[in-house]
């Protein structure tokens, strides 16, 4: 089956400090690409999702100047999480796909000091 | 009213046990419906996408859905200790064959006792 990748699976960071999660599909081109985030013991929560080649487009009360989604091409979407702060530390997942086949991303643990 | 509901658990069965997970949805319009597994700490894997209602099969799995109630369920026959995780249902938003967006439930937690 499809592959999605993501990078790093897990990141410690110091608040105020930026993190880049990139998210790949490995053998195929997703124009499409979601980002969800799941704190203990919660469902996933998606964040927005990431078009190829334009603005991602966030869902209700998501800042999206603090989470900047960039899907600069068909392979790659990356998630910057600005200035993070503990109430950031999460589990951070995305999604890809084409039709009904859709595939998750193996996560990113961040952990905001 | 959430999107999608299940009851959270956690749902308690022997070992060689039916174990039965519900859900309901709210949006009428939605055609496509999936059960995914997560174990602590890791990403979701597709268990079962069910498109019309009625029941299907695979293996000790069986989706059931009904459009009509606007209910899905998960049946695990033979419950075996590794099947103990987080049981999430998901629904897409959007036609069939399209990306959509996924919206999930909370999830139920699935203990499974040798």
């Known amino acids: 089956g499809a592959v999605v990748s993501q990078h790093p699976s897990w990141v410690i960071c110091k608040s105020g400090t930026s993190v880049k999660i990139e998210c790949r599909s490995l053998?195929?081109?997703?124009?499409?690409m979601f980002w969800y985030r799941q704190f203990p013991k919660q469902s996933l929560m998606l964040m927005a999702t990431s078009n190829e080649g334009s603005k991602a487009t966030y869902e209700q009360g998501v800042e999206k100047d603090k989470f900047l989604i960039n899907h600069a091409s068909l392979t790659l979407s990356t998630l910057t999480v600005t200035s993070a702060h503990p109430e950031d530390s999460s589990f951070y997942i995305c999604?890809?796909?084409?039709?009904?086949?859709?595939?998750f991303g193996p996560g990113t643990r961040l952990t905001v000091t | 009213q959430k999107e999608v509901e299940q009851n959270s658990g956690p749902l308690s069965v022997p070992e060689g046990a039916i174990a039965s997970l519900n859900c309901t949805y709210s949006?009428?319009?939605?055609?496509?419906f999936f059960w995914y597994r997560q174990y602590s700490g890791k990403s979701p894997e597709l268990i079962m996408s069910?498109?019309?209602?009625g029941d299907k099969e695979d293996g000790r799995f069986t989706a059931q859905l009904n459009k009509a109630s606007q209910y899905v369920s998960l049946l695990i026959r033979d419950s075996q200790p590794s099947d103990s995780a987080t049981y999430l249902c998901?629904?897409?938003?959007?036609?069939?064959?399209?990306?959509?967006?996924?919206?999930f439930g909370q999830g139920t937690e699935l203990s499974v006792k040798p």
């Open positions: 053998d195929f081109q997703a124009t499409t």
């Open positions: 949006d009428r319009g939605s055609q496509s």
């Open positions: 998901a629904v897409k938003i959007g036609r069939r064959n399209q990306g959509g967006k996924l919206i």
């Open positions: 069910i498109y019309s209602n």
């Open positions: 999604r890809a796909g084409f039709g009904d086949e859709q595939y």
